[in-house]
């Protein structure tokens, strides 16, 4: 008798650790899902912040732009400022058709 209750407890035992294995995959499934859809978030937020990032910068180089009048627009320093900030914005948007293309 001895042996059959030592069995069955075996058994059970068994039963309760299947039980939780199961238990334990359905919540490694759900967390699963859960890094997915937050990794989806954070891309579409890391991207949202790249175009913001870039709307800024475009801003800014416009608001520099509109700031020098035409009296000093003349200027040789001014206008090589304006100018290196042109490149800039040209070269910028060339390192984002590349990273478009690939």
Not at 9 to 18: A, E, G, K, M, Y
Not at 38 to 60: H, I, P, T, Y
């Amino acid at each position: 008798m001895a042996i059959t209750s030592q069995l069955d407890s075996i058994l059970d035992r068994t039963q309760r650790l299947i039980e939780l294995c199961t238990a334990l995959q359905e919540e490694n499934d759900l967390l699963k899902l859960e890094n997915q859809s937050l990794k989806v978030g954070f891309d579409a937020s890391r991207k949202k912040n790249s175009e913001l990032e870039e709307k800024m910068k475009a801003l800014k180089l416009a608001r520099s732009l509109e700031g020098v009048s035409l009296s000093k627009f003349g200027s040789d320093e001014k206008s090589l400022d304006i100018k290196q900030k042109i490149n800039d914005f040209v070269r910028e948007i060339d390192r984002c058709i590349i990273l478009l293309k690939k």
